[in-house]
């Protein structure tokens, strides 16, 4: 008898009904994220530091059918990622998935970046996945179901950059860390694993979609694929490793980049 069951199989890609906590909600990642575990029927706590971009989600999404709610907070900072799972907590009773896709960069050369800015990145990309994992994770081991941590990483993970020395070491960082989370979570069955992206279409990248551009052309030449992402392009690995099909996967970063590293 072949042991694959059948409940599983038919249902290994389901997060409905389960609780997820989205960071960086209001940026497009985030914001696609969140729309599509809200869609699959997940409730989704969307978090930011902008409250008037959240709130005009909250208002789009629940026109749409979606369960969601939403509070503001700096996901580098501790007391609000503490409430902010606090409040999915009172709202939806417990946390099962937290998806990090919050971001920022400032890109300089060395010679130009102080060392406060390029501490900005690193606060920005690294301790705070630190900060919410660490939120993320505390609650779930107290509810003792397991749970799920999805972290946007970056393909600037695993190659340096001009100007990158913050992003690039945060990124590099983040992978690095989660396998360590990974090690430390496993007994408790908490997965966490990264996404690591090239290029996504958000206000920031719009430009490099110009098939004029030298940067759209040098990019084609590494992508299989035959162009570069779209937000809907993203929600698959992440809702793949929010689901109960990634449950034997834990430490690892998965490439979205439309085969990137192929060629
Ligand atoms: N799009 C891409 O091509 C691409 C490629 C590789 C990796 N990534 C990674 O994917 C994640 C999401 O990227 P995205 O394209 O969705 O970016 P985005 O559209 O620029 O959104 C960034 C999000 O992060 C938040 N944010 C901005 N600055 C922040 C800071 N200093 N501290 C904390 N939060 C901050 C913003 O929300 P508030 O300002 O409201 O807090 C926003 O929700 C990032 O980690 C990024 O590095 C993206």
Same mark, same amino acid.
């Given at each position: 008898?072949?042991?694959?069951?059948?409940?599983?199989?038919?249902?290994?890609?389901?997060?409905?009904?389960?609780?997820?906590?989205?960071?960086?909600?209001?940026?497009?990642?985030?914001?696609?994220?969140?729309? +599509? =575990?809200?869609?699959?029927?997940?409730?989704?706590?969307?978090? %930011?530091? /902008?409250?008037?971009?959240?709130?005009?989600?909250?208002?789009?999404?629940?026109?749409? #059918?979606?369960?969601?709610?939403? &509070?503001?907070?700096?996901?580098?900072?501790?007391?609000?990622?503490?409430?902010?799972?606090?409040?999915?907590?009172?709202?939806? #009773?417990?946390? /099962? &998935?937290?998806?990090?896709?919050?971001?920022?960069?400032?890109?300089?050369? !060395?010679?130009?970046?102080?060392?406060?800015?390029?501490?900005?990145?690193?606060?920005?990309?690294?301790?705070?996945?630190?900060?919410?994992?660490? +939120?993320?994770?505390?609650?779930?081991? %107290?509810?003792?179901?397991?749970?799920?941590?999805?972290?946007?990483?970056?393909?600037?993970?695993?190659?340096?950059?001009?100007? =990158?020395?913050? =992003?690039? %070491?945060?990124?590099?960082?983040?992978?690095?860390? !989660?396998?360590?989370?990974?090690?430390?979570?496993?007994?408790?069955?908490?997965?966490?694993?990264? !996404?690591?992206?090239?290029?996504?279409?958000?206000?920031?990248?719009?430009?490099?979609?110009?098939?004029?551009?030298?940067?759209?052309?040098?990019?084609?030449?590494?992508?299989?694929?035959?162009?570069?992402?779209?937000?809907?392009?993203?929600?698959?690995?992440?809702?793949?490793?929010?689901?109960?099909?990634?449950?034997?996967?834990?430490? #690892? /970063?998965?490439?979205?980049?439309?085969? =990137?590293?192929?060629?």
């Amino acid at each position: 008898m072949i042991k694959v069951e059948k409940n599983f199989a038919q249902g290994m890609f389901s997060i409905k009904g389960k609780v997820a906590l989205v960071t960086g909600a209001t940026g497009a990642l985030g914001g696609a994220v969140s729309k +599509a =575990y809200g869609y699959q029927g997940a409730k989704v706590v969307m978090t %930011a530091r /902008n409250t008037e971009k959240l709130k005009a989600l909250e208002s789009e999404f629940k026109a749409e #059918g979606i369960d969601c709610a939403v &509070i503001t907070g700096d996901p580098a900072v501790e007391a609000d990622m503490k409430k902010a799972v606090e409040f999915a907590v009172k709202t939806y #009773g417990e946390l /099962n &998935i937290l998806t990090v896709c919050h971001g920022f960069n400032a890109p300089k050369g !060395i010679l130009e970046q102080s060392v406060e800015e390029w501490q900005k990145i690193m606060d920005a990309d690294l301790k705070s996945v630190y900060v919410v994992c660490k +939120a993320a994770a505390e609650q779930m081991v %107290a509810q003792n179901k397991g749970g799920k941590l999805v972290v946007t990483s970056s393909a600037r993970s695993k190659m340096g950059m001009k100007g =990158y020395t913050g =992003y690039c %070491a945060s990124k590099g960082g983040c992978d690095l860390m !989660i396998q360590s989370m990974a090690s430390d979570l496993a007994p408790y069955h908490i997965n966490v694993n990264t !996404i690591n992206p090239t290029v996504f279409r958000s206000d920031l990248t719009e430009w490099m979609f110009d098939p004029e551009s030298a940067v759209y052309q040098n990019f084609l030449k590494r992508l299989p694929i035959g162009r570069l992402g779209e937000v809907q392009d993203f929600v698959g690995l992440a809702t793949f490793l929010a689901s109960p099909a990634s449950d034997f996967l834990t430490g #690892g /970063n998965y490439d979205a980049t439309g085969g =990137y590293w192929a060629c």
